[in-house]
């Protein structure tokens, strides 16, 4: 089965401490390589700040766009994992060892299987 | 008298029909749900089956192995079903390959014991809601009807039913595993099963309602799942421990609500009204856990039970080896709940001053506010000092706090006493 990881977590207000970018990015390539290693990632990506974001919805034919993520929530989608596993149990034993993990939370959820 | 109903080898061949789909479907439920790969088609296979004896039954009398005609049934329903729908011949075939429960020997429970393991596990997947994990168990392995399930739970059968629909629908799309868990994750996992049965228990034990039969029924319900799961897991401490602590708070339940249907306290009860068969095994299964090592949180909590249970009166309980036990229990699962059980033991062995004081703690804690325990425990002890004033202000706070009519009636019966 594949699972979408969702990470989210609350963003920085300051600038960040480059050595501690650094100690993040690190933690990231790491699992990067575990979970290719071990076959379950399919793809991945971190995204830019929310304040990046724009949101579209379209009503009446009229495209209207909103500056910002489409929920004002503390806790922001900073990126993400297609992880493939054969199960739930696996698919939470690798969404715990994502490095957001620790500091923000991360929402695991089955992609639906069209036939 | 005991109120608990004993099952005589009843006449009543509904009565009969509930009886074996209860004791038997979680079983069977297991056994189909691992044959076809789905809890769902499973459920509704015993479903179906219990709805053909309920028919049957009646008409042309028990089958002589009940489990055996219930599983057989349920297996031929399933089969039919799938057969129906043609969409899975994978699954047929490998259902008709399983080896099933035909016949009645309780040996038989030893050959497929990993199949109610693994539904256990399932039906109390942490990721799963506490009260969907709840209900499914009782449901699944239980044999419980969504509506007995509803008014245990206080919610609407509506209500119930889109709950265990909503958790049905979550185990299977989102792959939560039909298994034991591995090694290194079982004490975790099993800590939520243990949680899931006590959770059961508890809900049959403090009686929210005046349907106390059907209390009693999930409270022994909750026990037999125990019992299945310490038999299958003869090796973990903690399921004797729980065992022993449902066994030991059950052995007391006939003394707990007097004549009035007011609730006695264990101070108050008469020790004779307790089930001593009852408890004696609950000291047994505690007794076997202890020898185990470091105790956990359920056999700690039973040792505390174990302690009343031995004092031949309240005045001989050693308060003593209680409040250490309690603080045991607070170092494994610190809370306001357990520093107010310990105030009130602290209370007996040093005086109402010190228990209140204590009581006054967890009162500033501000957790417990809306606790009606902690203002019934502080009212209990002003009283006991003369400070009446407070004591009632305490107990009416409790009151309006409290849901269960036999608790009502004993906070009301305290207020009129107070002062006299």
Redesign the interface.
């Known amino acids: ?1 594949k ?1 979408l990881a969702l990470i989210a977590s609350e963003e920085p207000t300051e600038e960040v401490d480059p050595e501690v970018w650094q100690q993040v990015m690190d933690a990231y390539n790491a699992f990067g390589e575990a979970g290719d290693k071990a076959g379950v990632i399919v793809s991945g990506e971190a995204l830019e700040p929310s304040a990046t974001a724009t949101t579209v919805r379209v009503r009446d034919g009229e495209t209207l766009l909103t500056d910002g993520p489409f929920a004002e929530t503390k806790e922001i989608i900073g990126g993400y994992y297609i992880l493939d ?5 696996t ?2 034993h690798w969404a715990a060892q994502i490095p957001g993990a620790k500091t923000g939370s991360v929402e ?3 992609i639906m299987e069209v036939s | 008298m005991s109120r608990v109903a004993v099952e005589p080898p009843t006449s009543d061949p509904h009565r009969a029909v509930a009886v074996a789909f209860r004791e038997q479907s979680g079983k069977v439920v297991a056994t189909l749900a691992r044959a076809f790969r789905s809890i769902d088609l499973a459920e509704d296979a015993v479903q179906e089956a219990f709805e053909t004896a309920l028919r049957v039954w009646p008409e042309r009398g028990m089958p002589e192995k009940p489990a055996a005609w219930i599983t057989t049934t349920a297996r031929n329903k399933a089969l039919d079903r799938v057969r129906r729908e043609a969409r899975r011949p994978d699954l047929e075939a490998s259902a008709q390959g399983t080896a099933l429960v035909t016949d009645d020997d309780p040996a038989l429970d030893e050959e497929i014991p990993d199949d109610r393991l693994r539904l256990v596990f399932t039906c109390c ?1 942490p ?1 799963l809601n506490a009260e969907a994990r709840v209900a499914l168990t009782l449901r699944l392995l239980g044999g419980l009807s969504t509506s007995e399930i509803a008014r245990a739970f206080l919610v609407t059968e509506a209500t119930m039913a889109k709950r265990l629909v909503r958790a049905k629908r979550k185990i299977a ?5 039909y298994r034991v ?1 591995d090694s290194d ?1 079982l004490p975790n996992r099993l800590h939520g099963v243990l949680a899931t049965l006590y959770l059961a228990f508890t809900a049959g034990h403090v009686a929210t309602t005046g349907d106390d039969l059907l209390r009693l029924d999930i409270c022994e319900e909750a026990i037999r799942l125990t019992r299945v799961l310490w038999r299958l897991m003869p090796d973990e401490p903690e399921v004797s421990g729980l065992l022993a602590l449902m066994l030991l708070t059950h052995s007391r339940r006939d003394a707990r609500v007097g004549d009035d249907g007011s609730l006695v306290l264990l101070e108050d009860q008469p020790r004779r009204l307790w089930d001593h068969t009852m408890k004696l095994e609950g000291l047994e299964v505690l007794d076997s856990a202890l020898r185990g090592g470091t105790p956990g949180q359920y056999q700690t909590q039973a040792a505390i039970a174990a302690v009343h249970a031995e004092a031949a009166q309240a005045d001989d309980t050693d308060w003593d080896q209680i409040v250490g036990l309690y603080d045991a229990l607070l170092d494994m699962r610190p809370g306001p709940v357990v520093a107010l059980n310990r105030a009130v033991a602290v209370a007996k062995r040093d005086g109402p001053d010190a228990g209140l004081v204590e009581a006054n703690e967890v009162l500033a804690g501000g957790r417990l506010e809306g606790y009606p325990y902690l203002h019934a425990t502080r009212g209990d002890l002003l009283a006991r000092l003369g400070r009446i004033a407070e004591a009632a202000a305490a107990f009416r706070r409790a009151l309006e706090l409290t849901v269960n009519p036999a608790e009502k009636r004993y906070l009301e019966s305290r207020i009129e006493g107070l002062g006299r």
């Open positions: 089965m699972y596993c054969p199960d739930l149990d698919a939470i695991v959820r089955p | 997947h990721a799309a989102a792959g939560i595993p868990p994750e």
